[in-house]
């Protein structure tokens, strides 16, 4: 029984040592080169002997990083096939002859232009122009909505989280901490569990997964994408941190409480206009940035936001969903949004005083104006109400909507003393939410 077992054992580990040969047979690595360094490894040039292709490859420790995570982050990635997803080519353990059974390789597409997050530092004190901003967020929309259809929540999207080919597409990366919905009987998805994990990055996590209550993942991505596009157009974070811990979180609770812009609010709490931003852009953030993630847009509305909606010869670059085809033909928002994005209405508030344009409608998902809605129901047919008055109405959130007993914002949020802020011994004078590269972080709540 012994020899069986001992036999047994020593063949898993030949089999394990001929794969790793097999696996720097087929794939080179130029250690003399590294892509970028991290706490758990780095990353190196590789070429694959076979097709000539070059590669990058990402040399990770297992003695700092658990390999049951390594290895679950590469089935995401070998289960995802899209442009803007990074493309797993192989992945194993290293080999014992050479002492690298600690080390685990994963050889992935080369994106070889950097990450978005320098496209928007190197720019200095100008902002990304838009027609830039759009292409790249056109892409991850494209991604992200892929993982989406695959049941895949990101859970850690950041301008560093994306990676740029030298012709500039996208390439989503790092699904370290990303969550997949298991499917019902009937092969639907199925979100009804409220995942419990804090993570992400600081700056781009939305309130919901910070406050630990509870939340949906895919709501969850909408809100980071809505910073990242934001940080692009304005070189800064709209929040430090969404809770109660950065003294602008109660101040944008109130703000959209009041149905305020979120664009124009944020920019007027540093005594600057928005006015650069069209006002069709400006409406998307609002939509993208509610704290309410019961409020806030989903992806497949900001898909088909006249801002970002693809042109008829960018879709099937896209590899957009079939299920979302075809995508109806928009119409620019009405024109009164103008003034919210220029801030040009005047008053002792400034800015802050400008209400975010009541153009949209809560019709789209069966709700009544201002009570909670489902985000997973979705019509992509039903986006633009053709039959208003007044011309068509683009149908996503309600920010002008007033609070009911269900919003997300808590009774306890404001202070009694209006224009007064809860968290008094702050200054409010502080520094812009620069731009930095920021360290995931995640733990669990039960």
């Given at each position: ?31 003399n ?89 190197d ?10 901003a ?53 092969g ?37 994408l ?22 602008r ?43 309410d ?13 006249p ?40 008053g ?80 409010l ?18």
């Open positions: 029984m012994l020899d069986a077992l001992s036999s047994l054992f020593i063949s898993d580990k030949n089999k394990a040592e001929e794969k790793a040969d097999e696996l720097f047979r087929r794939y080179s690595i130029d250690t080169k590294k892509y970028g360094e991290g706490g758990y490894g780095a990353t190196y040039p590789a070429v694959d002997t076979v097709t000539k292709e070059k590669l990058a490859v990402k040399v990770i420790d297992t003695r700092r990083m658990k390999l049951e995570s390594i290895v679950r982050e590469c089935d995401f990635l070998t289960s995802l096939d899209h442009p803007n997803i990074i493309k797993i080519k192989a992945h194993g353990l290293g080999r014992k002859s050479a002492n690298e059974e600690h080390l685990y390789y994963i050889f992935m597409e080369l994106a070889d232009g950097g990450e978005l997050f320098d496209q928007v530092i720019r200095g004190a100008s902002t990304m122009p838009e027609d830039v759009r292409g790249f967020m056109l892409q991850l929309v494209a991604g992200v909505l892929h993982c989406h259809e695959r049941g895949v929540a990101h859970r850690d999207l950041k301008l560093e989280n994306v990676l740029l080919t030298k012709a500039g597409v996208v390439k989503v990366i790092d699904f370290g901490l990303s969550y997949r919905y298991p499917h019902d009987a009937n639907e998805l199925d979100r009804s569990l409220k995942l419990k994990d804090v993570c992400g990055s600081k700056s781009y996590a939305a309130p919901e997964v910070l406050g630990g209550h509870g939340y949906d993942g895919f709501a969850a991505d909408v809100w980071s809505g910073v990242s596009l934001f940080a692009m157009l304005s070189g800064f974070f709209p929040l430090d941190e969404a809770s109660p811990k950065d003294w979180y109660t101040k944008l609770m109130r703000a959209q409480q009041l149905g305020l812009s979120t664009t124009v609010t944020v920019f007027g709490w540093y005594k600057r206009t928005c006015g650069h931003l069209t006002s069709s852009v400006v409406h998307l953030l609002d939509g993208m940035l509610w704290m993630p019961a409020r806030r847009m989903t992806l497949e509305q900001v898909l088909v936001h801002w970002l909606r693809p042109k008829l010869e960018e879709i099937d670059g896209l590899a957009i969903p079939p299920r979302l085809l075809p995508l109806p033909t928009p119409k620019p928002a009405p024109p009164e949004a103008a003034k919210a994005a220029s801030g040009s209405s005047t002792a508030s400034g800015a802050n005083s400008v209400r975010a344009t009541p153009v949209v409608s809560t019709d789209l998902i069966g709700a009544s104006l201002g009570t909670v809605v489902d985000q997973g129901a979705y019509d992509s047919r039903n986006l633009i109400d053709f039959g208003a008055e007044d011309g068509p109405a683009f149908r996503c959130c309600n920010p002008a909507a007033p609070a009911t007993a269900t919003s997300f914002f808590p009774e306890d949020s404001f202070d009694d003393d209006e224009g007064v802020d809860v968290y008094r011994s702050l200054d004078n502080a520094e812009l939410p620069t731009l930095t590269r920021q360290t995931a972080f995640s733990r669990r709540r039960e």
